[in-house]
C-alpha cells in the first residue's frame, strides 16, 4: 500500500510497508520500493614447477601493460611471492584461488608448487599468452581468463561494457557453492589498482551484503594488497577518529579483518602506458607511490554477519544509515536518530545501552550493528526508516 507523504523535507519520505524495515523514495510526490533483485534472496542455513627468477619477466611480449592507462602493479619477487603463499594456504580445506590481474605469473607458479588449484584472470592480453603456456604444463591446475576482475557483475550495467558475468565465466571450474554458516568455497588474491581503488572497495562491500558476484558461493576470502591508507581506515576504530569512516564499520561487520605483511611499494614492478610516463605529473605521481607501502591484508566473512534482522534484502538500508551518520561524523547519535527513523529517539537510546551525548565516533562496529537490529525489530511502529536518496550514491 502506497500513502502520500506531507510534512517532510522534499528528499525525505516514509515506508507505509509495514515489512521488515524497508524504505521508499520519493519521486514526484510518490513513495514506491526499491527493487529487490531475486537474486539477493538466498537462503542463509546454517606437480612441481619451478619458480621463475624475476629477470624473466623480461622475455615477456615488449609491449607488456602498454595497453593499460592506468599504473599496474605486478609481483615480480620470488620472495615475495612465497611469503603471500605462506599466509593463503594455511592449515584448511580451501585450495581454490583466484588470482586477478597476475601478470607474469610468479605468484601463479608459487601457488601451483604448493598444490593450488588457480583461476587466474588477467585484463591485459599481452600476458595471456605467457600464462596458457605456462597452464599447459600444469596438467589442469592452471585456468587462464582474458578479463577485468573489477567489470566482474557491475552494479551499473548501463554504464560498464561489456558486462562480464561471473556465474557464466566460472561455471565450469568445479567451485563448491557452500551454506554462509560454512567454510571458505574461494580465496581471491591480488593488488588493487591505483585508480578508482575506493568505488571498488565499496563494489566489494555490496557484494558481500547482498551475496552476489562471487559471494553467491558463500564467504569468499579476499586477500588483497591495498594503499596503506585504505587499510588504516579499514580497520580504524574510535581510538582512531580521523581514520574512522562508514567503510571501516561495514567492513569490520561484514568481515574478520587480519593485517599479514606491509611492503614497501618499491618492491613491485609499475607498468604504464609508455606515454603516461613521458608526462611529468606522472611520473612525480608514480614516484611518491613508490614510496608509500602497500598492505597485505585479509578479509574473511563472518559466519554471523546475517541475522533475523540484517539481510541481504534490507542490507542497503544499513549502508545509508551508515553513511547518513558519518557526513555530521561529530554529532550527537541522538540528532542522527531523529532524521534516520520515526521510531522513539530515546527508546533506542535505552534499548542500544547508549547515553544522550554520544558521539557518532564514539560508536564501535558492532554498536552501529545492534542500532539497526534494534529499530529494525521495533514493535509498533509501521514506517521505521526516513530515508534520503541523495545519499544513495554517496561514496565516504
Same mark, same amino acid.
Given at each position: 500500500?502506497?500513502?502520500?507523504?506531507?510534512?517532510?523535507?522534499?528528499?525525505?519520505?516514509?515506508?507505509?510497508?509495514?515489512?521488515?524495515?524497508?524504505?521508499?523514495?520519493?519521486?514526484?510526490?510518490?513513495?514506491?520500493?526499491? $527493487?529487490?533483485?531475486?537474486?539477493?534472496?538466498?537462503?542463509?542455513?546454517?606437480?612441481?614447477?619451478?619458480?621463475?627468477?624475476?629477470?624473466?619477466?623480461?622475455?615477456?611480449?615488449?609491449?607488456?601493460?602498454?595497453?593499460?592507462?592506468?599504473?599496474?602493479?605486478?609481483?615480480?619477487?620470488?620472495?615475495?611471492?612465497?611469503?603471500?603463499?605462506?599466509?593463503?594456504?594455511?592449515?584448511?580445506?580451501?585450495?581454490? #584461488?583466484?588470482e586477478?590481474?597476475?601478470?607474469?605469473?610468479i605468484?601463479?607458479?608459487?601457488?601451483?608448487?604448493?598444490?593450488?588449484?588457480?583461476?587466474?584472470?588477467?585484463?591485459?592480453?599481452?600476458?595471456?599468452?605467457?600464462?596458457?603456456?605456462?597452464?599447459?604444463?600444469?596438467?589442469?591446475?592452471?585456468?587462464?581468463l582474458?578479463?577485468?576482475?573489477?567489470?566482474?557483475?557491475?552494479?551499473?550495467?548501463?554504464?560498464?561494457?561489456?558486462?562480464?558475468?561471473?556465474?557464466?565465466?566460472?561455471?565450469?571450474?568445479?567451485? %563448491?557453492?557452500?551454506p554462509?554458516?560454512?567454510?571458505?568455497?574461494?580465496k #581471491?588474491?591480488?593488488?588493487?589498482?591505483?585508480?578508482?581503488?575506493?568505488?571498488?572497495?565499496?563494489?566489494?562491500?555490496?557484494?558481500?551484503?547482498?551475496?552476489?558476484?562471487?559471494?553467491?558461493?558463500?564467504?569468499?576470502?579476499?586477500?588483497?594488497?591495498?594503499?596503506?591508507? $585504505?587499510?588504516?581506515?579499514?580497520?580504524?576504530?574510535?581510538?582512531?577518529?580521523?581514520?574512522?569512516?562508514?567503510?571501516?564499520?561495514?567492513?569490520?561487520v561484514?568481515?574478520?579483518?587480519?593485517?599479514?605483511?606491509? %611492503?614497501?611499494?618499491?618492491?613491485?614492478?609499475?607498468?604504464?602506458?609508455?606515454?603516461?610516463?613521458?608526462?611529468?605529473?606522472?611520473?612525480?605521481?608514480?614516484?611518491?607511490?613508490?614510496?608509500?607501502?602497500?598492505?597485505?591484508?585479509?578479509?574473511?566473512?563472518?559466519?554471523?554477519?546475517?541475522?533475523?534482522?540484517?539481510?541481504?534484502?534490507?542490507?542497503?538500508?544499513?549502508?545509508?544509515?551508515?553513511?547518513?551518520?558519518?557526513?555530521?561524523?561529530?554529532?550527537?547519535?541522538? $540528532?542522527?536518530?531523529?532524521s534516520?527513523?520515526?521510531?522513539?529517539?530515546?527508546?533506542?537510546?535505552?534499548?542500544?545501552?547508549?547515553?544522550?551525548?554520544?558521539?557518532?565516533?564514539?560508536?564501535?562496529?558492532?554498536?552501529?550493528?545492534?542500532?539497526f537490529?534494534?529499530? %529494525?525489530?521495533?514493535?509498533?511502529?509501521?514506517?521505521?526508516?526516513?530515508?534520503?536518496?541523495?545519499?544513495?550514491? #554517496?561514496?565516504?
Open positions: 500500500m502506497w500513502i502520500p507523504v506531507v510534512g517532510l523535507p522534499p528528499r525525505l519520505a516514509l515506508s507505509a510497508f509495514s515489512g521488515a524495515g524497508r524504505f521508499c523514495i520519493l519521486r514526484s510526490g510518490a513513495a514506491r520500493w526499491k $527493487d529487490v533483485p531475486a537474486r539477493n534472496r538466498r537462503g542463509l542455513s546454517d606437480f612441481q614447477p619451478q619458480l621463475l627468477p624475476s629477470e624473466c619477466f623480461g622475455d615477456l611480449p615488449a609491449g607488456a601493460s602498454k595497453c593499460r592507462f592506468e599504473p599496474r602493479r605486478y609481483i615480480l619477487s620470488p620472495r615475495l611471492a612465497k611469503t603471500v603463499v605462506r599466509y593463503l594456504l594455511k592449515q584448511d580445506n580451501c585450495k581454490m #584461488v583466484l586477478f590481474n597476475p601478470g607474469p605469473g605468484l601463479t607458479q608459487a601457488l601451483l608448487q604448493r598444490g593450488a588449484t588457480v583461476i587466474a584472470v588477467e585484463s591485459d592480453k599481452t600476458f595471456i599468452p605467457h600464462l596458457e603456456s605456462l597452464g599447459k604444463k600444469m596438467g589442469g591446475k592452471l585456468h587462464v582474458h578479463c577485468d576482475f573489477f567489470k566482474l557483475d557491475p552494479r551499473s550495467y548501463g554504464v560498464i561494457k561489456p558486462v562480464v558475468n561471473s556465474k557464466l565465466l566460472l561455471q565450469n571450474f568445479g567451485i %563448491e557453492t557452500l554462509w554458516s560454512k567454510g571458505i568455497p574461494l #581471491v588474491v591480488g593488488i588493487f589498482p591505483t585508480k578508482n581503488e575506493k568505488k571498488m572497495i565499496w563494489k566489494l562491500l555490496h557484494d558481500i551484503y547482498s551475496c552476489t558476484s562471487l559471494y553467491r558461493y558463500g564467504r569468499v576470502e579476499l586477500n588483497l594488497f591495498i594503499n596503506e591508507m $585504505d587499510c588504516q581506515k579499514i580497520m580504524a576504530n574510535p581510538q582512531k577518529p580521523n581514520l574512522y569512516h562508514a567503510l571501516s564499520v561495514l567492513w569490520q561484514a568481515c574478520e579483518i587480519k593485517l599479514l605483511h606491509v %611492503e614497501p611499494c618499491s618492491s613491485f614492478d609499475i607498468h604504464a602506458q609508455s606515454k603516461q610516463l613521458e608526462n611529468p605529473e606522472w611520473r612525480e605521481s608514480s614516484e611518491q607511490q613508490t614510496q608509500q607501502n602497500l598492505c597485505f591484508i585479509q578479509l574473511t566473512p563472518r559466519r554471523n554477519l546475517f541475522t533475523k534482522n540484517l539481510t541481504p534484502v534490507n542490507y542497503d538500508v544499513f549502508f545509508h544509515m551508515l553513511k547518513q551518520c558519518f557526513m555530521k561524523r561529530n554529532a550527537k547519535l541522538i $540528532d542522527h536518530l531523529n534516520l527513523s520515526p521510531v522513539d529517539a530515546m527508546d533506542i537510546l535505552k534499548k542500544i545501552k547508549q547515553k544522550k551525548t554520544t558521539k557518532i565516533t564514539k560508536m564501535y562496529p558492532t554498536d552501529f550493528k545492534h542500532l537490529e534494534t529499530i %529494525e525489530c521495533s514493535q509498533n511502529y509501521t514506517c521505521k526508516w526516513l530515508y534520503d536518496d541523495f545519499m544513495e550514491e #554517496v561514496v565516504i
